[in-house]
């Protein structure tokens, strides 16, 4: 079993739906998580930093953090074309030594 | 402020050859990660430095080295490579070693 998991999709939607993206984790020393955009060939964007449990929101995205259950997910509301790109879920240990461990990132596809 | 850059964007090489990647940080950040990319997977941690020390390392042989220079900027050298070793390396930084990671865009690597 792989340390974090996350279904590559794709995930195909229309413009303006509410996008849900998830990654479910084993190793219950993770303590920050994050999530990067990645468009094709090219370096990972981050979008979201969360420590702990919780929600966090920024524009159109929410993070939230459920570590009784290590499962983790973005929503994007309003999705527009733009958004159409790999997703990827990461996460690290206090300290930070270990570096991030990333999920294999969801493919997401806006239709207009 | 300016971001995380990599030098050369491509390269290809053969195998047994050795190969040297290069990566600024951000302004202000004193922390680089190297990671590894292959096709259709998440990046998996190589190894982290810190003012100038290997601060962690991921499961990688030895033929995977790297240095930091005191203005943080860092390089990772692969010797004897490996027809496997093609991927895109990406270089991230922190402002310390387990914040936020900010990636560059990436130097694809072929081995022919």
């Known amino acids: 079993q792989k340390e974090v998991e996350q279904d590559p999709g794709p995930l195909s939607v ?78 690290s240990a206090e300290g930070g030594a270990d570096g991030l461990t990333f999920g294999k990132g969801t493919h997401l596809i806006i239709q207009p | 402020e300016t971001g995380v850059t990599q030098s050369p964007t491509h390269l290809i090489k053969t195998r047994g050859q050795q190969v040297t990647l290069r990566c600024s940080s951000q302004s202000g950040h004193n922390t680089v990660s190297w990671y590894q990319q292959a096709l259709g997977q998440g990046p998996q941690f190589i190894f982290q430095y810190y003012r100038e020390e290997e601060n962690g390392r991921g499961n990688f042989p030895p033929r995977f080295s790297g240095l930091q220079f005191p203005n943080y900027s860092s390089e990772l050298n692969v010797n004897a490579l490996e027809l496997d070793d093609s991927a895109l390396y990406l270089c991230a930084s922190s402002r310390v070693f387990y914040n936020e990671q900010f990636f560059g865009p990436g130097t694809r690597l072929t081995v022919l």
């Open chain 1, 14 to 91: 229309p413009e303006g739906a509410i996008v849900s993206l998830n990654c479910t984790y084993s190793n219950s020393a993770f303590q920050y998580f994050m999530w990067y955009r990645q468009y094709s060939r090219k370096g990972p964007e981050l979008l979201m930093y969360t420590y702990s449990s919780g929600n966090k929101e920024d524009g159109r995205f929410t993070a939230q953090v459920d570590k009784s259950s290590k499962y983790i997910s973005l929503f994007i509301r309003d999705s527009q074309p733009s958004d159409s790109a790999t997703y990827l879920c990461a996460m």
